[in-house]
């Protein structure tokens, strides 16, 4: 929205994480997948794509690894 754009996808593998923003973003497709492994080309059917943002998954660098927290 920072850009005077709405988003076109979103995709993310947490369906909690989706919800919350089609929430926000209701005009979105959403797509619950996994980054590594969509197809995107199936969803942008060709269309020019001006700018993509993706983001590494948490589990390397968080807490959301999986492990226990204090």
């Known amino acids: 929205?920072?850009?005077g754009r709405?988003?076109?996808i979103a995709i993310n593998h947490d369906p909690d994480a989706i919800?919350?923003?089609k929430t926000n973003h209701p005009n979105?497709?959403?797509l619950t997948e996994d980054i590594f492994r969509v197809d995107l080309k199936k969803y942008v059917k060709?269309?020019?794509v001006a700018l993509m943002w993706a983001s590494p998954d948490c589990t390397s660098h968080s807490?959301?690894?999986g492990g226990e927290t204090p």
């Open 46 to 48: 060709g269309r020019h």
């Open 1 to 3: 929205m920072a850009l």
């Open 28 to 30: 979105t497709l959403h």
């Open 63 to 65: 807490k959301a690894k």
């Open 19 to 21: 919800l919350m923003h």
């Open 6 to 8: 709405s988003v076109d």
